[in-house]
T-cell receptor, first 115, second 108 residues
Framework: DAMVIQNPRYQVTQFGKPVTLSCSQTLNHNVMYWYQQKSSQAPKLLFHYYDKDFNNEADTPDNFQSRRPNTSFCFLDIRSPGLGDAAMYLC??????????????FGPGTRLTVT | QKEVEQDPGPLSVPEGAIVSLNCTYS??????FMWYRQYSRKGPELLMYTYSSGNKEDGRFTAQVDKSSKYISLFIRDSQPSDSATYLC????????FGAGTILRVKS
């Protein structure tokens, strides 16, 4: 089945220790998104790639960066995690031009704990 | 003021009940109106979307949009324990803007 895969599902890191979260997709979608979702809150868009074009949200902290080496993979790098960065990180994909403009397919998420 | 407001619940109903989930939004420029369902420890999945005011039905689910009131609803008929999840409304302008989600629990 075509899908969005996120690894690891659970990640524990120490305060200030860099961490990388991974997302891969078999949908061949050209847009990939990273969201941060804290408990009982709406998913918050951090940034997205349209093909290789990177689009950062204005309020995304500099501590968060992303890489997309090819169509299938996208990484979220947190350079110096703080306690406030503990959250679920969701990767999503979409293919503009089919269905609603922003029909997005989500992975299961990576739950990040910062100790 | 948040762009999309959603009552977080939790909403607890007996099996077979009709469930009504609601969101309000502030920006009349929003175009598509979507409902996502999120099971515990999973990513959101698209349930339904609609573009215009009015109703759209899919099985036990009905999405309703009232653009004049900036109000959207999701109705679930004959609710089942498997419907227990968080329901997120999501609305588009240049990107998806999510509500905080309503936790629904259907008791058997």
């Amino acid at each position: 089945d075509a899908m969005v895969i996120q690894n690891p599902r659970y990640q524990v890191t120490q305060f200030g220790k860099p961490v990388t979260l991974s997302c891969s997709q078999t949908l061949n979608h050209n847009v990939m998104y990273w969201y941060q979702q804290k408990s009982s809150q709406a998913p918050k868009l951090l940034f997205h790639y349209y093909d290789k074009d990177f689009n950062n949200e204005a309020d995304t902290p500099d501590n968060f960066q992303s890489r997309r080496p090819n169509t299938s993979f996208c990484f979220l790098d947190i350079r110096s995690p703080g306690l406030g960065d503990a959250a679920m990180y969701l990767c999503a994909t979409s293919r503009p031009g089919t269905g609603p403009s922003y029909e997005q397919y989500f992975g299961p998420g990576t739950r990040l704990t910062v100790t | 003021q948040k762009e999309v407001e959603q009552d977080p619940g939790p909403l607890s109903v007996p099996e077979g009940a009709i469930v009504s989930l609601n969101c309000t939004y502030s920006n009349s420029a929003f175009q598509y109106f979507m409902w996502y369902r999120q099971y515990s420890r999973k990513g959101p999945e698209l349930l339904m979307y609609t573009y215009s005011s009015g109703n759209k039905e899919d099985g036990r689910f009905t999405a309703q949009v009232d653009k004049s009131s900036k109000y959207i609803s999701l109705f679930i008929r004959d609710s089942q324990p498997s419907d227990s999840a968080t329901y997120l409304c999501a609305i588009t302008r240049d990107k998806l803007v999510f509500g905080a989600g309503t936790i629904l629990r259907v008791k058997s």
